[in-house]
């Protein structure tokens, strides 16, 4: 089984990069081409008043891109294998932590440029980015895989939803403090916040960066959130994994 | 009928009343969005209005046989390869299978058209239960008896469909199957490619592996099989040595 995860692995991978050479550059581009557009129009346009503002960017979009990818292309996981899943029995789930796994090493191979970006504006490199950088991989793997697997899950039975997932998305987006601050928020929506379970992990990734701090009570909640969705995901896939040959 | 060396070979698949009934998906087709705006209809859909794809079917069948099933397309065929394979489960009834079984792919299924067919051996092997060392060892075997030469090393997208049979084939052929699923793949590939795919299944058979084909050939059947299971509107409509129920097959369908 883990020769199976490796092997699942190697081959998106590869399958990703045969195309384009400069994969790794493209995986880069596309939150950087974010970063851009969010830094011209809420730094200059907006007058969006935050010190070193591009990191304070690419702290929460590396992550949030992380995740992104991660569910986007979760819904086509099951309907796109569909001709092994009808044949051969082996833990589907599997392909969704494949999924998860293959863009983490992305955001791990990502890293730098954060860390490029924390020289220029002089940030100090804390001891804890060695311990915190792999807590918060694990916590959002959690949420990946999870999330993940409920919607490649859904996606089987309801071939719209990867739609209406879009929208959700966007949403999202602005609801987590990536473009903007937690002290932006109006003090009486403040404590909501946190209520979207990405807003803690997001702004733990970008503490950790920017301060070289965790807050506890944010990683206990992420944490928190991640088991559920594990438990969830799980459920649902027990339910009904064994329905995807008769559907697909 | 299953002696071999004078001792009764085990029983390796075996369906005791096995039924199988599908919902209608019909209904999902209009997505979540038909789903919720239909909601009483879509949930009296997927209780209520059911295909029933194999009915109360039980047989044996031991190590080291070849069965063929026969039947008309949507008989029920590919049901009863789904629940052998694990992907199915049987609605009543009880389906038991002891051994490995390997389930020989339909083309494109299990491969990726990116990557090279030496990458997609790997990815195979070990979807169908090796190891990466395992599938590494047998590597140099694989890609000799696909006869694919330099292509090996090319993305499979450039294959022809035969290409692709051979070497889907040549990859389950040396996964040591203990039960080897087959479903309509010898008709692909060129005559001598599938003669060699031929002689191939006559050493599993001597080996004593057990080996379920589901085919329309005639002359396949007849070559390769000891045993025929006719399976005709969802029942078994006979089961016998090959001698016998092949010539009522022939006789009923012309």
Not at chain 1, 46 to 69: A, C, D, R, T, Y
Not at chain 1, 132 to 156: C, D, E, H, K, R
Not at chain 2, 192 to 208: L, R
Request: charged content about 20%; some cysteine; proline content about 4%.
């Amino acid at each position: 089984m883990r020769d199976l995860v490796i092997v699942l692995t190697q081959k998106e991978l590869k399958a990703r990069y045969k195309h384009m050479k400069l994969g790794y550059l493209w995986s880069l581009g596309n939150p950087l081409a974010y970063g851009l557009i969010y830094w011209l129009v809420f730094k200059f346009v907006m007058k969006v008043k935050i010190e070193g503002f591009p990191l304070f960017l690419v702290s929460g979009l590396f992550p949030w891109q992380w995740f992104v990818n991660s569910i986007g292309v979760s819904a086509n996981t099951f309907v796109g294998n569909a001709s092994l899943i009808k044949k051969v029995n082996f833990p589907r789930n599997l392909l969704s932590l494949v999924v998860s796994t293959q863009d983490l090493i992305h955001f791990l191979a990502a890293l730098p440029i954060i860390f490029g970006f924390m020289l220029i504006y002089q940030k100090p490199f804390s001891p804890l980015l060695l311990v915190g950088v792999p807590a918060l991989a694990m916590i959002q793997l959690l949420y990946t895989y999870s999330l993940g697997l409920i919607v490649s899950t859904v996606n089987i039975f309801f071939r719209d939803a990867e739609r209406l997932i879009g929208i959700f998305i966007t949403f999202l987006f602005y609801l987590t403090p990536i473009v903007y601050n937690l002290d932006m928020v109006p003090e009486e929506f403040r404590k909501y916040v946190i209520l979207n379970p990405l807003a803690p992990l997001i702004l733990n990734w970008r503490g950790l960066f920017l301060e070289g701090n965790l807050n506890g009570s944010w990683l206990i909640l992420s944490m928190g959130y991640g088991l559920a969705f594990f438990l969830m995901g799980q459920w649902i896939y027990k339910k009904l994994s064994w329905r995807f040959a008769e559907v697909l | 009928m299953a002696i071999c060396g004078g001792s009764v070979n085990k029983v390796a698949i075996e369906f005791k009343a096995v039924s199988k009934e599908y919902p209608l998906y019909s209904h999902l087709a209009g997505g979540l969005k038909g789903f919720i705006f239909n909601f009483p209809r879509s949930l009296k859909g997927i209780t209520r209005e059911r295909f029933t794809a194999l009915k109360d079917i039980s047989f044996s069948i031991h190590q080291g046989e070849t069965v063929a099933f026969m039947g008309r397309n949507g008989a029920g065929k590919s049901t009863t390869l789904g629940l052998m394979a694990g992907v199915l489960k049987p609605s009543s009834g009880q389906v038991m299978i002891s051994g490995r079984v390997s389930p020989l792919l339909e083309l494109g299924g299990g491969f990726h058209s990116d990557l090279t067919g030496r990458e997609n051996i790997r990815l195979n092997g070990v979807l169908l239960g090796l190891t990466r060392k395992q599938v590494e060892a047998r590597e140099a075997e694989i890609i000799e008896f696909s006869e694919l030469g330099e292509f090996i090393d090319q993305p499979i997208r450039m294959y022809s469909s035969g290409m692709l049979s051979r070497l889907g084939f040549s990859v389950v052929a040396h996964l040591e199957p203990e039960i080897l699923l087959i479903d309509e793949i010898l008709a692909v590939g060129d005559i001598q490619f599938q003669e060699k795919c031929k002689k191939k299944i006559q050493e599993f058979k001597k080996n004593g592996v057990t080996i379920i084909l589901v085919s329309h050939s005639i002359g396949d059947v007849r070559a390769l099989c000891d045993r025929v299971i006719w399976i005709e509107n969802h029942i078994v409509r006979n089961d016998g040595p090959t001698s016998e129920v092949l010539p009522q097959y022939e006789q009923f369908f012309s």
